[in-house]
C-alpha cells in the first residue's frame, strides 16, 4: 500500500527509517497514552526490521523532506473489519497530519474491501478522540 496525499506518503515502512521511527518511539517512553516504557534505541533495530516487513503498520512520510513523522496502524481484524492506530512525533502535532494521514487510509482500506474500521482510545485522551471525530468516527 502506497498512498499520496497534498502533503504526506503513506507506504511500507524502510529499514532506513529506524532513526526516525526512534525519534518518535522514544517520545512515547514516558506517555500516558500509546506508551512504550521499554523502548531503548538497541531495540530500534528489530522493531524497524519487524515493521518493515509488517502488512499492518505504514510509515507516515512527509512529502516536503522525506521524514518519518510516525505511523498508521492497520490491524486485521474478524468480517473484513480493521482496527485503526496512529502514533505521531511530537514535533509534527496540531498540523492535521494524523487526521490527512488516518483519513486517506481509511478512505484507501473502504476503496479495497475492508468492511468496517474501528479505532479505539482512552476516554481521557482528548486529542485522539478529536482526531477520530474529525476523520468521521463515531463514538459508541
Avoid at 492497520?74 to 497530519?97: I, P, S
Avoid at 488516518?102 to 475492508?114: D, H, P, Q, R, S
Amino acid at each position: 500500500m502506497t498512498i499520496e496525499t497534498e502533503r504526506l506518503i503513506i507506504r511500507k515502512f524502510k529499514l532506513t527509517d529506524k532513526n526516525d521511527l526512534c525519534e518518535y518511539m522514544i517520545q512515547r517512553v514516558d506517555k500516558k497514552f500509546e506508551n512504550y516504557p521499554d523502548f531503548t534505541m538497541e531495540k530500534a533495530e528489530k522493531e524497524i526490521e519487524f515493521r518493515s516487513q509488517s502488512d499492518e503498520f505504514f510509515a507516515i512520510e512527509l512529502k516536503s523532506t522525506g521524514k518519518v513523522i510516525g505511523n498508521i496502524y492497520l490491524g486485521k481484524r474478524d468480517f473484513e473489519a480493521k482496527e485503526l492506530g496512529y502514533v505521531l512525533n511530537e514535533n509534527y502535532h496540531q498540523t492535521g497530519y494524523g487526521s490527512e494521514a488516518a483519513l486517506a487510509a481509511i478512505k484507501y482500506e473502504f476503496a479495497n474491501g475492508t468492511r468496517r474500521i474501528y479505532a479505539e482510545a482512552s476516554p481521557e485522551n482528548e486529542a485522539s478522540w478529536r482526531l477520530m471525530e474529525k476523520i468521521g468516527l463515531h463514538g459508541i
